[in-house]
């Protein structure tokens, strides 16, 4: 089934500006500047004062999908310029004492399971890493850069030749969003 013409409107909020050249949107708002490309052939966006619209013509599903997806990127920028993103995360450890700590632009874990090697996750350009104690907080603009920020912390903590069931220390998400 093919939709003869699809348009989509979204407001930016009081404060918040937009530009669009060379297929890059560039949102800024009071927390700082977000920008990220949007090009496909069949799908236009235009700048009406504080209004994106997105529009196409003989939209199909994928294209429709594609549009669905360009909203949510628009309305995620949206929000991390207003409001920002705020993960918390949790280390958990039962038999040996994690130290966490934050060294320019690396998260260094010392003394994971009694390794004399701290492992080492990347954090992104950005994002703002906070550890005290065993809470961790990671806040940025850009959701994209927190979630993978997150990622990567959970992932240095991987255990891999031990029972999982019973090795299960390591920093975990515990919960994710916009500041409030």
């Given at each position: 089934?093919?939709?003869?013409?699809?348009?989509?409107?979204?407001?930016?909020?009081?404060?918040?500006?937009?530009?669009?050249?060379?297929?890059?949107?560039?949102?800024?708002?009071e927390?700082?500047?977000?920008?990220?490309?949007?090009?496909?052939?069949?799908?236009?966006?235009?700048?009406n004062?504080?209004?994106?619209?997105?529009?196409?013509?003989?939209?199909?599903?994928?294209?429709?999908?594609?549009?669905?997806?360009?909203?949510?990127?628009?309305?995620?920028?949206?929000?991390?310029?207003?409001?920002?993103?705020?993960?918390?995360?949790?280390?958990?450890?039962?038999?040996f004492?994690?130290?966490?700590?934050?060294?320019g632009?690396?998260?260094?874990?010392?003394?994971?399971l009694?390794?004399?090697?701290?492992?080492?996750?990347?954090i992104?350009?950005?994002?703002?890493?906070?550890?005290?104690?065993?809470?961790i907080?990671?806040?940025?603009?850009?959701r994209?850069?927190?979630?993978?920020?997150?990622?990567?912390?959970?992932?240095a903590?991987k255990?891999?030749?031990?029972?999982?069931?019973v090795?299960?220390?390591?920093?975990?998400?515990?919960?994710?969003?916009?500041?409030?």
């Open positions: 089934m093919i939709i003869p013409e699809l348009n989509e409107k979204i407001t930016l909020p009081e404060g918040v500006t937009a530009k669009f050249e060379n297929d890059t949107l560039t949102i800024k708002g927390k700082g500047e977000n920008s990220r490309i949007f090009s496909h052939p069949k799908i236009s966006i235009k700048l004062g504080n209004i994106v619209e997105i529009h196409s013509k003989n939209v199909r599903r994928k294209d429709k999908a594609i549009i669905g997806t360009f909203i949510a990127h628009i309305n995620n920028m949206k929000r991390g310029v207003t409001q920002g993103f705020e993960y918390k995360m949790k280390t958990v450890f039962s038999h004492p994690i130290k966490t700590m934050v060294e632009d690396e998260f260094i874990i010392q003394n994971f009694g390794e004399r090697s701290p492992r080492r996750a990347k992104l350009e950005g994002v703002k890493v906070d550890a005290k104690a065993e809470n907080t990671v806040t940025g603009i850009d994209e850069k927190v979630g993978q920020t997150v990622a990567n912390i959970e992932r903590t255990i891999k030749n031990r029972d999982i069931r090795f299960q220390d390591g920093v975990y998400r515990t919960s994710k969003g916009g500041r409030q």
